[in-house]
């Protein structure tokens, strides 16, 4: 079944190492992840393709600022390069990386391709980052004043906002050791 599912994403027979194969059947058979996918595919795909709005307009891509890397296998049946090179095109810093070949999921056809790749695009914006804020602190005038120097206010302002992963109340901690 994982085999024709995996085909009709794009994928060819025998491209997508059997490792994988096995991880998608253990991964839908010991956890929540196939439920969650079927769920979230049936959210955003109606009877006649995207549901509406699901689709971000021109100026929302725009909208987004930081690089992004989409890669796309020209085996995969949804849109084409095409339509993908449209999408990029909107972002400010997007760009389209082509597998030929490669089905929906990319790094299934081949692993060691897309870590490279993954691992090429990390340095390339790691470099851009660092020229980035080197530029930004060589613009900036020099001053006393670290991020280290806040102010008494700016402490206090601080310290009130609530970390949103600690819950709101905590259970007291014993006054003792138990049975105490």
Same mark, same amino acid.
Request: aromatic share 6%.
């Given at each position: ?16 190492? @059997? ?9 839908? +058979?010991? %956890? *929540?992840?196939?439920? =969650?996918?079927?769920?979230? /595919? ?32 020209? @085996? ?9 090179? +449209?999408? %990029? *095109?909107?972002?400010? =810093?997007?760009?389209?990386? /082509? ?45 006393? %004043? ?35």
């Amino acid at each position: 079944m994982v085999r024709r599912q995996l085909a009709g994403l794009g994928h060819a027979a025998g491209r997508v190492p @059997a490792a994988f194969v096995e991880w998608h059947v253990a991964m839908s +058979r010991e %956890t *929540d992840w196939a439920r =969650h996918e079927r769920d979230m /595919v049936r959210a955003v795909l109606g009877p006649g393709g995207y549901r509406p709005g699901l689709v971000p307009a021109d100026a929302e891509l725009a909208g987004i600022g930081p690089p992004t890397l989409m890669v796309y296998g020209t @085996a995969d049946p949804l849109g084409s390069v095409e339509v993908w090179r +449209r999408f %990029t *095109d909107r972002l400010p =810093h997007g760009e389209l990386e /082509v597998v030929d070949g490669g089905g929906h999921l990319v790094w299934y056809d081949d692993p060691d391709q897309a870590a490279q790749r993954k691992a090429m695009y990390e340095s390339e914006l790691r470099q851009h980052l660092n020229l980035r804020d080197q530029r930004t602190r060589e613009a900036q005038p020099a001053t006393a %004043t670290t991020d280290l120097e806040l102010s008494d206010a700016m402490r206090h302002s601080i310290a009130r906002v609530p970390d949103p992963y600690v819950p709101p109340t905590l259970p007291a901690a014993p006054d003792g050791p138990a049975g105490t």
